[in-house]
Nanobody, 123 residues
Framework: VQLQASGGGLVQAGGSLRLSCAAS????????LGWFRQDPGKEREFVAA????????YYADSVKGRFTISRDNAKNTGYLQMNSLKPEDTAVYFC?????????????????WGQGTQVTVSS
């Protein structure tokens, strides 16, 4: 499956952004969807994951209550709604797909990755 992330940009602290992840090539609903982020010089960090049919959602503690992951399998698209953004949310955000039966926090469990979209939050 090919993934294309979009929706990043520059926003002030407290603002919102919605990232999209468009999938093609395979049946989107066959894959768990995850979002990760990475700042230069740091390791890739888990943000959120959602099961194949929206049964379960998981979030990093740092984004819980502010970010919402969702997916529309009919549109082959996943989303990450980010509210109350903070400067520490600044990073390149990646969407990823996993063939695992359940969502996982570990990046090595994900088989396919999008190219990343930059999110910058100014203070």
């Amino acid at each position: 499956v090919q993934l294309q992330a979009s929706g990043g940009g520059l926003v002030q602290a407290g603002g919102s952004l919605r990232l999209s992840c468009a999938a093609s090539g395979r049946t989107f609903s066959d894959y768990v969807l995850g979002w990760f982020r990475q700042d230069p010089g740091k390791e890739r960090e888990f943000v959120a994951a959602i099961s194949r049919w929206v049964g379960s959602r998981y979030y990093a503690d740092s984004v819980k209550g502010r970010f919402t992951i969702s997916r529309d399998n009919a549109k082959n698209t996943g989303y990450l709604q980010m509210n109350s953004l903070k400067p520490e949310d600044t990073a390149v955000y990646f969407c990823a797909a996993s063939r695992s039966p359940y969502p996982d926090l570990a990046s090595e469990k994900y088989d396919y990755w999008g190219q990343g979209t930059q999110v910058t939050v100014s203070s």
